[in-house]
């Protein structure tokens, strides 16, 4: 558990220094824009693999805090529906962008509600309950931040539709096939 723990702190900490310290981001890109990225990168990436390695090792010994009603199982799958079509939508702007204004946020909150629903061990509350409270603190900090431009292509109401057909075949794909090849669970067995 404390690999997990070590990775979410690394992963969210580098995720959260435009929420807490985004004058020190700001001067750290001034200094050189490809070492903060690479640094930031460099980070995320540590973060991401102790996370995956902690959650591993805690789900060969899981302390069962709650089960969920199967009903849940299908209330998660609907709330993942949109998920990749949100975490995309940044990409490709268009009414779904403008609509939510921070759709990744969007996302990640889906996904992790959506898993804190299904799945009641203490790994599963620590992993996606600190992902969901990430979300909510970074959508409140965005009222006061300047946004950043995100590449992408122009907006047009086209990637609307390029949005859903991609979001929706990104999540067929997950559902069938790499969430079982990814974490070693079916979604729908």
């Given amino acids: 558990m404390l690999v997990l723990i070590l990775g979410l702190i690394l992963f969210l900490g580098i995720h959260s220094v435009s929420i807490v310290a985004e004058p020190l981001r700001n001067r750290a890109v001034a200094v050189s824009e490809l070492g903060w990225k690479l640094f930031y990168a460099a980070v995320s990436l540590l973060g991401l693999w102790l996370i995956i390695s902690g959650y591993a090792a805690a789900r060969l010994d899981p302390y069962l805090i709650y089960v969920s009603p199967r009903w849940t199982r299908h209330l998660a799958a609907l709330l993942l529906l949109p998920v990749f079509v949100f975490a995309l939508a ?13 759709p990744q946020l969007v996302a990640v909150k889906l996904w992790a509600l ?15 309950g ?11 900090s965005m009222k006061r931040r300047q946004p950043r431009p995100v590449p992408g292509v122009p907006e047009s109401w086209v990637n609307d539709v390029i949005l859903i057909i991609l979001g929706l ?11 079982q090849w990814l974490i070693g669970v079916a979604p729908f067995a």
């Fill in 114 to 128: 959506s898993h804190l629903l299904v799945n009641g061990t203490l790994a599963d509350l620590v992993l996606f």
């Fill in 130 to 140: 600190s992902f969901l409270a990430w979300a909510v603190i970074d959508r409140i």
């Fill in 90 to 102: 940044p990409y490709f702007p268009g009414r779904i962008k403008r609509t939510l204004g921070h």
């Fill in 169 to 179: 075949a990104l999540y067929v794909v997950t559902v069938l096939w790499a969430h």
